[in-house]
């Protein structure tokens, strides 16, 4: 009975916000979120990168390991994801990203807070910053089918992620001061983005159920049965095995939509509106049996 009140605990906060940003949405179809995707890219994740990586004792080698493990995860997701994408026909390319990349910022990062405390936290927030490279490489790369380094300059949580891996390093201890500041943003930031998760999903639609689908499935199912394998063949355990689990188990992220909208034609875009939909809502009902597995065995 223990275990059933602590999945409460961990889930409850999370889809409860969520629930209110879609409420909001509902309530105000005009409401925009790009103040708080802006503020969350340049401010909010870079003060969760470095406070979390800062201030949890988490050695240098743990995140070496993880960015190894999250390349290789969705590198062999690119290959399943491609093979897919050929038999069906589709855009190899535009249609990837939402395949490849979960949402380990938006549900990830508190999710694996509450299950795990502070170290799984630094953990996931380690996995987030690798998909956030991602994202302002290889998903625009895909999108737009052209490479640029002006959005990895741009990217403020790249820079947070060196800073935070030098303070890490070399174990230089953070001033209350500093420590306090990045706290206090990094926990108003989880509250915003989860809030702008359900303000998204009040707005997006589905426009191809079935194909949808096929790419949810994959998304949502086969994630979580490869992260299972990568812990098992890496011989993870406890927080470094759970966290892994949790975050390669998210639906398809929303930054792969904005990013998208921005490169590529809308009928792309409306397919990858689609497969974040429909991955995030059935996440609701993937995701408590994913994080009540990491509970009982990854602990």
């Known amino acids: ?3 059933y009140f602590k999945l409460i605990e961990v889930l409850f906060p999370v889809f409860f916000v969520i ?3 879609y409420w909001y949405g509902k309530k105000d179809s005009k409401f925009d ?11 909010g ?6 406070y979390s990586l800062t201030t949890s004792n988490v050695d240098f080698s743990v995140f070496l ?10 590198g062999l997701f690119a290959i399943l994801g491609i093979l897919v994408l050929k038999i069906l026909n589709k855009d190899i390319y535009r249609l990837l990203p939402p395949l490849i990349l979960p949402n380990t910022g938006n549900m990830g990062l508190p999710i694996c807070l509450f299950a795990y405390g502070k170290m799984g936290l630094a953990i996931a927030a380690a996995i987030t910053s690798v998909i956030v490279v991602l994202h302002f490489s290889l998903n625009i790369l895909l999108a737009s089918r052209k490479f640029s380094l002006r959005p990895l300059i741009n990217c403020v949580s ?17 001033p209350n001061f500093i420590e306090n500041a990045t706290f206090l943003i990094s926990y108003s930031t989880l509250f915003l983005v989860l809030m702008s998760l359900g303000v998204a999903l009040s707005n997006l639609k589905i426009f191809s159920f079935k194909e949808s689908l096929i790419f949810t499935f994959i998304r949502i199912i086969i994630g979580p049965l490869i992260g299972f394998g990568f812990v098992k063949f890496f011989n993870l355990s406890g927080i470094e095995a759970g966290v892994m689990f949790i975050q390669t188990s998210m639906p398809s992220a929303v930054l792969t939509y904005l990013i998208g909208k921005m490169y590529s034609p809308k009928k792309i875009t409306d397919n990858i509106a689609s497969t974040v939909v429909l991955s995030t809502f ?8 994913v994080v009540f597995i990491s509970l009982k065995y990854f602990i």
Not at 33 to 41: G, N, V, Y
Not at 158 to 171: D, E, P, Q, R, T
Not at 282 to 289: D, G, K, N, Y
Request: hydrophobic fraction near 60%; aromatic fraction near 22%.
């Open 1 to 3: 009975m223990e275990l």
């Open 19 to 21: 629930g209110i940003g």
């Open 282 to 289: 059935l996440s609701f009902i993937t995701i408590p049996i």
């Open 65 to 74: 390991r993880f960015l190894y493990y999250i390349f290789l995860y969705v």
């Open 45 to 50: 994740l870079p003060c969760i990168i470095f």
């Open 158 to 174: 790249i820079y947070a992620l060196i800073i935070s891996l030098f303070f890490v390093y070399f174990k230089i201890p953070i």
């Open 33 to 43: 979120t790009k103040f708080i995707t802006t503020l969350s890219a340049n401010i």
